[in-house]
């Protein structure tokens, strides 16, 4: 198995008003920093809705090869959840977004992409949500989110799968009374083990064999025999 590197990309997005309407119809916020958030907030008058863009190098996968299972994972760094909700996993392949607030030249890009509609799809095609969801009750820092069953044919054979993360809170349009949001590691993160993945199984000539790509690019060097 090779080694990939590349650099992080995960980011979240996240509109703030002191209108709910508005809080969840624009983004006009973006960070990559250390943290990868999903939900909805309200703390002092504003509301504050969050939701996350990651992005795996799946390009090790050979082109002849058929991909026939794929999970994902999120390792919980924070919950600040006082209302339980769920996460919910979408294919979307949003635009690059750069860190930023505001008019910096930047604020329709990254209200597109927050959007999760065509204008910030890099094939111009609105997200879709994957069948499975993870609910927060009962979970807590150090949890894993996973994500199972997804579609096989999204994974990208010759560049990167991209994904997004959205509070079910949000997308039912119910707005906060107080904290609803969890937080989880990036591609950033020191420790790999705590780093978003992506697991793939795919058949190769030889059999099934497994594969973990990481958020930040990087593939184990181990493989996992199927």
């Not at 006082?82 to 392949?93: A, E, G, I, M, P």
């Not at 505001?102 to 209200?111: C, F, H, I, T, Y």
Request: net charge negative; with cysteine; hydrophobic share 35%.
């Amino acid at each position: 198995m090779t080694r990939f590197n590349s650099d992080p990309d995960d980011l979240f997005i996240f509109g703030e008003h002191t209108i709910y309407a508005s809080a969840r119809s624009t983004g006009n916020n973006s960070n990559d920093g250390d943290a990868l958030f999903a939900g909805q907030n309200y703390y002092s008058g504003w509301y504050s809705v969050r939701k996350g863009f990651l992005r795996f190098d799946t390009s090790a996968i050979p082109d002849a090869d058929t991909v026939t299972a794929v999970s994902l994972g999120l390792t919980c760094s924070q919950d600040s959840s006082d209302t339980d909700f769920s996460v919910y996993l979408y294919k979307y392949d949003w635009k690059e977004v750069p860190d930023g607030s505001g008019a910096d030249g930047n604020e329709v890009l990254r209200d597109d992409v927050f959007d999760m509609g065509v204008a910030g799809s890099r094939s111009g095609v609105a997200a879709v949500k994957e069948t499975a969801e993870v609910g927060t009750a009962g979970k807590s820092q150090y949890n894993v989110y996973e994500f199972t069953a997804l579609d096989t044919t999204w994974v990208a054979k010759t560049g990167w799968t991209y994904y997004a993360i959205r509070s079910s809170r949000d997308v039912d349009n119910i707005a906060p009374t107080g904290a609803e949001y969890v937080v989880f590691y990036v591609g950033e993160t020191t420790i790999e083990a705590y780093r978003p993945y992506l697991d793939v199984t795919y058949s190769t000539a030889s059999g099934s064999q497994s594969a973990r790509f990481y958020a930040d690019g990087v593939i184990s060097p181990v493989p996992f025999n199927g």
